[in-house]
């Protein structure tokens, strides 16, 4: 049995100030559940203070981002020691807005993957397809290259979380049906036992991201090969991150 996470991605929203004040609330409102974690992701600037609140709860702490060198002169990146320091046990990397916006490539999500898995941080390795690629039939070869890629020279999936986010349903309000997902989804798993073997498939998460919301989580969580789910938008709100966190299966 797979534990589940419900983990939510602030992206570039709230302020150390504002961050405080929603994780003061979240703390005292969340239930405890034996079989699903929670995390969250903040931006850099709130880690620290949300970390100290955090501390002695059952909410977990994760980053956006990282760089894959340790330290040295690369000004504006985060190292994995910071992150750590900070007490970050998450860290998301390869998500769409990172790899169209500044440019990341899997090759450069590959170094990333490695480097959080080496400072025994679990790597939240996103993938998806766009739109037109959905279109033109090519969602598995996408997702099979983004993987054997972003994966390349790793010797298990450990401390590895997969995120299925399409590219069109991010942000936009247009969910994937918990059957498109569940395809994704069961792809790969396929694909991990196939890489990684059975052992591996069967321990890894999946979790599914764009446009999930209070009245998509339920169905999407009834999905056999979906674990869990990486909000965007619905995080950023007690009232529907709290009714997601409490999805019934
Ligand atoms: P939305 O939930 O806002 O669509 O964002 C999804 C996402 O990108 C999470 O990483």
Redesign the pocket.
């Known amino acids: 049995m797979r534990k589940s996470l419900v983990a939510g991605?602030w992206k570039m929203y709230k302020t150390p100030r504002e961050s405080i004040e929603f994780v003061k609330v979240l703390k005292d409102s969340v239930k405890v559940y034996s079989d699903r974690d929670i995390l969250i992701c903040p931006p850099f600037t709130s880690l620290v203070p949300v970390s100290d609140i955090l501390k002695g709860t059952p909410i977990k702490l994760g980053a956006q981002n990282v760089f894959f060198e340790e330290e040295g002169a690369f000004t504006g990146e985060i190292s994995t020691r910071m992150l750590k320091d900070t007490g970050v046990s998450y860290i998301i990397c390869g998500?769409s807005e990172r790899r169209n916006i500044f440019m990341e490539t899997d090759e450069i999500v590959n170094k990333k993957v490695k480097k959080i898995i080496s400072s025994g941080i679990t790597a939240i390795l996103c993938v998806g397809e766009k739109l037109e690629e959905r279109e033109k039939g090519n969602t598995f070869n996408v997702i099979e290259r983004q993987i054997e890629k972003c994966l390349e020279g790793i010797k298990d999936t450990a401390g590895v979380v997969i995120a299925y986010?399409p590219v069109w349903?991010?942000?936009t309000g247009k969910n994937a049906t918990p059957e498109q997902a569940e395809e994704v989804h069961s792809f790969i798993r396929g694909l991990i036992e196939k890489l990684f073997g059975k052992d591996f498939a069967e321990k890894i998460l999946i979790l599914y991201?764009?446009?999930?919301k209070p009245e998509n989580i339920d169905s999407l969580m009834a999905q056999k090969d979906i674990d869990g789910v990486?909000?965007?938008?619905?995080s950023l709100k007690l009232e529907s991150f709290l009714r997601i966190i409490d999805y019934k299966k």
Not at 209 to 212: A, D, F, H, T, W
Not at 230 to 234: E, K
């Open positions: 991605n998500h986010e349903a991010i942000g991201g764009g446009s999930v990486l909000v965007g938008g619905a």
